[in-house]
């Protein structure tokens, strides 16, 4: 009903930048807040950041300052924006939706929700 596909992740080198997009489709009517995890080999998955439907930020403290996260609610999107990385950034990134609302065709209304909803991951390398 709802998939989360990411894109942008790639090969950079220590003190670069990159920008990873997650655009979310399906039978959407809102989502709730979206955010970016992201998880190391050998390591727990852990958050990167958040943002809700109001544009509520909410960064960790390894990446506050260097990362921004952004969204579109008309387009279903959002975006991070990796800057100043450091090799401890390599990791599997992860979009993330929180809750989803769907949207009913036939009423043109809200219909039900889809809970943690996950995309498949892009890698970020960061050479040092």
């Known amino acids: 009903q709802v998939q989360l596909v990411e894109s942008g992740g790639g090969l950079v080198q220590a003190g670069g930048s990159l920008r990873l997009s997650c655009v979310a489709s399906?039978?959407?009517?809102?989502?709730?807040?979206m955010g970016w995890y992201r998880q190391a080999p050998g390591k727990q998955r852990e958050l990167v950041a958040t943002?809700?439907?109001?544009?509520?930020?909410n960064f960790s403290d390894s990446v506050k300052g260097r990362f921004t996260i952004s969204r579109d609610n008309a387009k279903n999107t959002v975006t991070l924006r990796l800057s100043s990385l450091k090799s401890e950034d390599t990791a599997a990134y992860y979009c993330?939706?929180?809750?989803?609302?769907?949207?009913?065709?036939?009423?043109?209304?809200?219909?039900?929700?889809?809970?943690?909803?996950w995309g498949q991951g892009t890698q970020v390398t960061v050479s040092s």
């Open positions: 943002i809700t439907s109001r544009n509520e930020t």
């Open positions: 399906g039978t959407i009517f809102s989502i709730n807040a």
């Open positions: 993330y939706a929180d809750r989803v609302t769907l949207l009913d065709y036939v009423w043109g209304r809200p219909g039900g929700d889809v809970y943690d909803v």
